[in-house]
T-cell receptor, first 114, second 117 residues
Framework: EAQVTQNPRYLITVTGKKLTVTCSQN?????MSWYRQDPGLGLRQIYY???????DKGDVPEGYKVSRKEKRNFPLILESPSPNQTSLYFC?????????????FGPGTRLLVL | GDSVTQMEGPVTLSEEAFLTINCTYT??????LFWYVQYPGEGLQLLLK?????DKGSNKGFEATYRKETTSFHLEKGSVQVSDSAVYFC????????????????FGQGTILTVHP
């Protein structure tokens, strides 16, 4: 089954404790990105990757890191989480970065930073 | 920069009622336009899309027409069902290459739809 998977689905952590949210897709997609969803703000892009070893900042990159060492994986790293990073996070992928492409979303990771 | 504005919600309807969720956008050039739907506890999935002016996207009884003159992409359904209860997001993606916007979806704030039997 073609899908985007994220782990964990739920995470409670404390301020400053490094964490990684994994994202993997099995569709051989080139383009991957991370979004955060906050009430009243919709989804905002954090980072994106056009292909392996090619990543760049989105609209809200502060406090986050990413890497793209393999085509299928695109982990999101919070090196020192803060309470304002409490949010619902989605990973997405598409065949390419073309504007007509449909993006496929993972199920989401709900993060609470205390 | 690009932006998407959706009608404020939440929207509550009775089953078989007519649905309209308004969406307008601001963008450089002619973006692709999308409606994504998020069912409770799930990720977003594409509902429909349109990639050029006057295109009509349709799926599962939902429709939306790309109106360049009014920069709008309103979502409609003639008869809603309880199973349509979800959050609906209007979004755009630029067509031009280059710059940090390439491939990025810009979303509206989402509209919560609740349909009662």
């Amino acid at each position: 089954e073609a899908q985007v998977t994220q782990n964990p689905r739920y995470l409670i952590t404390v301020t400053g404790k490094k964490l990684t949210v994994t994202c993997s897709q099995n569709m051989n997609h080139e383009y991957m990105s991370w979004y955060r969803q906050d009430p009243g703000l919709g989804l905002r892009q954090i980072y994106y990757s056009m292909n392996v070893e090619a990543t760049d900042k989105g609209d809200v990159p502060e406090g986050y890191k990413v890497s793209r060492k393999e085509k299928r994986n695109f982990p999101l790293i919070l090196e020192s989480p803060s309470p304002n990073q409490t949010s619902l996070y989605f990973c997405a992928s598409s065949p390419s970065a073309g504007g007509r492409e449909t993006q496929y979303f993972g199920p989401g990771t709900r993060l609470l930073v205390l | 920069g690009d932006s998407v504005t959706q009608m404020e919600g939440p929207v509550t309807l009775s089953e078989e009622a007519f649905l309209t969720i308004n969406c307008t956008y601001t963008a450089t050039g002619y973006p692709s336009l999308f409606w994504y739907v998020q069912y409770p506890g799930e990720g977003l999935q594409l509902l429909l899309k349109a990639t050029k002016a006057d295109d009509k996207g349709s799926n599962k009884g939902f429709e939306a027409t790309y109106r360049k003159e009014t920069t709008s992409f309103h979502l409609e359904k003639g008869s809603v069902q309880v199973s349509d209860s979800a959050v609906y997001f209007c979004a755009l993606s630029p067509l031009w290459a280059g710059g940090t916007s390439y491939g990025k979806l810009t979303f509206g704030q989402g509209t919560i739809l609740t349909v009662h039997p």
